[in-house]
């Protein structure tokens, strides 16, 4: 899989695309990135990649032209064309406008065999951009950032992490969090339904807890010292519920539950206690 940065500070990505998965993954050639550097599409000596709105308002709007011959340097096809023949490419604008990113967005995008990053900036882009050329505009939370390259370097992040082979163990991407996998692939993976270990199924992740078991009066819950592999299954399950319910309830309206979550959703909101 491909990724192209188109920015104005290419040297941003120097740092985070150079570390952990995302450097592992780009050196066994899973994934490449490609960094495109938009004052290169400029004509004047200032360089200028930014101008005022028309009809007025406060701050700079990134241009047009500079991102559409970027783009035609890639060879990245029309947007009609893409729509009409079903492109293996996305071009994607970063936009507090844009719908929010989620991991079931990013597992959609995976599909495509190469992915266009548009980091906006200043004051917005010109509207030209979100009309004509990029297929989506994706913001990744309900807050304002100064760019794009943060949203950039997130969006691959998440994204890398889904390509085969980026991570050493594919059965734990299955039980992290927001993951709600089909379940024909978690039948490959995990051998079965959304489970205390594998398939979280849209929840998000029950707690982990290391050696040693009591650290400064800091102590492991005995369930998970005991040895009993049922009862560490029901606890772990019945955990990340009850996060799910108290940090992100809006998730259970559309996570995978069982007859026995359903059980466990009840005596947690019923005693509103702890795991």
Known sequence: MKFEILTIFPEFFRGPLDYGILRRAREAGLIEIGIHDLRAF???????????PFGGGEGMVLKLEPIVECLESLKVAPHEERMRQGARESVVLLSPQGELFTQGLAQQLIERERIVLICGRYEGVDERVSEHLADREISVGDFVLSGGELAAAIVVDVMARLVPGALGNAASMQQESFTASDARAREEVCGGPPSSTCGSGGLLDYPHYTRPAKFRGMQVPEVLVNGNHEQIRK???????????????????????SREDEKLLAE???AKGVC
């Not at 000596?45 to 005022?52: A, K, L, S, Y």
């Open 42 to 52: 400029t004509h004047d000596r200032h360089r200028t990649v930014d101008d005022r």
């Open 235 to 257: 606890w772990r399950r019945r955990c990340a519920l009850q996060k799910t319910l108290r940090n992100r309830p809006d998730l259970l309206r559309e996570a995978e539950l």
């Open 268 to 270: 947690i909101k019923a």
